[in-house]
T-cell receptor
Framework: ETGVTQSPTHLIKTRGQQVTLRCSSQ?????VSWYQQALGQGPQFIFQ???????GRGNFPPRFSGLQFPNYSSELNVNALELDDSALYLC??????????????FGSGTQLSVL | EDKVVQSPLSLVVHEGDTVTLNCSYE??????LLWYKQEKKAPTFLFML????IEKKSGRLSSILDKKELSSILNITATQTGDSAIYLC????????????FGKGTRLSVIA
């Protein structure tokens, strides 16, 4: 158990709809990263938030957006859902001090299915 | 473009066998290579290898980084059914607080 919690655990949506996924970071962590893991693939970086500001973005379209709140929890929003958005969405938190990626803690993810 | 390739993509072994999982990478300004175990959903950290720490061991698991060959191996000896999981290899480029680049993973199934 890493202390990173994500909600909901599962979600079913239809094409064109919008979805919001939530993540509570581990206590003391001020950086949150979001990854998309399609079936049979490794996680792909979506974006990262550090102290409420976007701090890096992967190759995802603008309909993927996010927020980080003062308590360092985070949301991932996806608009105009497409079938290919079906995937496991992983949130990972870390502290900005030290070797960030060694201390990256993943949540259990939200499994999104788009029909 | 940074790339990580893992092989094999899947593997079935019997309890007690020894397995070797492979990871090769192409990345600009390599900083570190990490191994994760993904049993159900959340990847959990196993090892981090860098230029100053090319070999790590923890119990039955060990990993070596070959910077010349741009690759790494993860060895698991005396496998148990609890080792069944997806093993992910990821590379961290050297550019500050940068995201990880993951391979597709190796799905290991250990049967009794």
């Amino acid at each position: 158990e890493t202390g990173v919690t994500q909600s909901p655990t599962h979600l079913i949506k239809t094409r064109g709809q919008q979805v919001t996924l939530r993540c509570s970071s581990q206590s003391g962590h001020n950086t949150v990263s979001w990854y998309q893991q399609a079936l049979g693939q490794g996680p792909q970086f979506i974006f990262q938030y550090y102290r409420e500001e976007e701090n890096g973005r992967g190759n995802f379209p603008p309909r993927f957006s996010g927020l980080q709140f003062p308590n360092y929890s985070s949301e991932l929003n996806v608009n105009a859902l497409e079938l290919d958005d079906s995937a496991l969405y992983l949130c990972a938190s870390s502290s900005s001090t030290g070797r960030t990626n060694e201390k990256l803690f993943f949540g259990s993810g939200t499994q999104l299915s788009v029909l | 473009e940074d790339k990580v390739v893992q092989s094999p993509l899947s593997l079935v072994v019997h309890e007690g066998d020894t397995v070797t999982l492979n990871c090769s990478y192409e990345v600009t300004n390599f900083r570190s290579l990490l191994w994760y175990k993904q049993e159900k959903k959340a990847p959990t950290f196993l090892f981090m290898l860098t230029s100053s720490g090319i070999e790590k061991k923890s119990g039955r698991l060990s990993s070596i980084l070959d910077k010349k060959e741009l690759s790494s191996i993860l060895n698991i000896t005396a496998t148990q059914t609890g080792d069944s999981a997806i093993y992910l290899c990821a590379v961290e480029p050297y550019s500050g607080n940068t995201p990880l680049v993951f391979g597709k993973g190796t799905r290991l199934s250990v049967i009794a």
